[in-house]
């Protein structure tokens, strides 16, 4: 009975403060250990940002490199200026033709060389003589409020950029009132505007020290701590009120959008395009969707873009026929959802040849 009870007794943990502190403590280090091999191999990279005077911007702070695993899974090389996949924009001599957007072009979900950008080049040198150099300039949470504001920074840091393509991924990019940019805002009241805001991202240099020690999950968990909130009320949540103005119909809509057009066609002297990435094929219900639900906004917008002289693509054919003809989805990742989300390799070639085969037209002035 005796040596029975010192057992347990051996078994028996102790409970102190300390104890129970060393104990959690102990746990927590360890856990850190096994995550942070794990986590180099199936978390995204966590970049940090610089000021850039050139540009007078926040940018990808240079020389960094990418590893994107969430979505797809590439490396991506950043350049000068925050340019992706093109290590210096200022030493191409070649005419340049620059693909601005989010992260639809920002791209972090295919290599370098599977970017609409690369492939725009290597089309070009294969069906035409002339030398066009295609530059990824796109980060992810810009609008076209922010490429109105970059424009004339990026045409002083690279004069050879012949034409701006605009890569429209969604219409919350072009669309007033939604969402802000990295630094600015496209409003539509008291009357349709570009604002600035202005963007400083803080603990960039922590930022890049995690990173740089593979410990993306840290950095991850400290930004998910910062955003989370507690509600005491009951009853439901209340929607952000971020899209509490919006253009009363098409005419408040068509109103919004000609200024845009407009404002976008007198900040440079260059050609301008905007290509407008269809959300097709679609898998619903177990069913492929084929037809854009975002037709008449299609429409619309187009045409203004035609009247005032800038050139559009639609790319909704483009993404049904390689469906239809080959069985493939233009947007979607092994590691996702198949039709949902970024383009992916096949998307971005589809872009880069629309682009090509419109210049190549000699349409808007090119």
Not at 72 to 85: D, E, F, N, P, S
Not at 169 to 186: T, V
Request: aromatic residues 10%.
């Amino acid at each position: 009975m005796a040596a029975r009870e010192q057992t347990q007794d051996m078994l028996t943990m102790p409970t102190g403060p300390w104890t129970v502190f060393l104990r959690w403590g102990f746990g927590f280090v360890l856990a850190s250990f096994l995550i942070w091999p794990v986590s180099t191999m199936f978390l995204d990279s966590e970049c940090e940002n610089v000021w850039d005077p050139a540009v007078q911007e926040y940018v990808l702070r240079p020389d960094q490199r990418f590893c994107q695993r969430t979505e797809g899974w590439a490396v991506t090389q950043i350049g000068k200026h925050g340019i992706l996949g093109t290590a210096d924009i200022e030493t191409i001599q070649d005419p340049i033709v620059a693909f601005w957007g989010d992260s639809y072009v920002e791209a972090l979900h295919v290599p370098d060389e599977a970017k609409m950008a690369a492939q725009f080049t290597r089309a070009c040198r294969a069906r035409t003589r002339r030398p066009l150099v295609g530059v990824n300039i796109g980060y992810s949470g810009r609008n076209v409020a922010d490429y109105y504001s970059l424009i004339p920074a990026y045409e002083r840091v690279a004069p050879s950029i012949v034409c701006h393509v605009i890569v429209v991924g969604h219409f919350e990019d072009i669309l007033p009132d939604r969402f802000d940019g990295r630094s600015n805002r496209f409003v539509s009241r008291p009357q349709p505007a570009f604002v600035h805001h202005g963007w400083k991202p803080r603990w960039q240099k922590i930022k890049g020290a995690l990173d740089s020690l593979n410990l993306q999950f840290v950095w991850r968990l400290a930004v998910d701590l910062t955003e989370l909130s507690v509600r005491l009320r009951p009853g439901p949540v209340p929607a952000p009120g971020n899209e509490d103005v919006r253009p009363d119909g098409d005419l408040g809509l068509q109103e919004a959008w000609s200024f845009l057009i407009t404002a976008m066609r007198q900040r440079t002297d260059r050609p301008l395009l905007f290509v407008y990435l269809a959300d097709v094929p679609k898998i619903e219900n177990g069913r492929v969707r084929l037809d854009n639900p975002e037709q008449r906004r299609t429409e619309l917008f187009g045409d203004l873009c035609r009247r005032h002289g800038v050139g559009f693509i639609d790319m909704t054919e483009d993404f049904v026929r390689l469906y239809k003809t080959k069985g493939k989805l233009a947007r979607g990742f092994a590691n996702g959802i198949p039709g949902r989300g970024h383009i992916n390799a096949d998307g971005h070639r589809l872009v880069a040849e629309a682009v090509l085969l419109h210049l190549a037209n000699g349409s808007h002035g090119f």
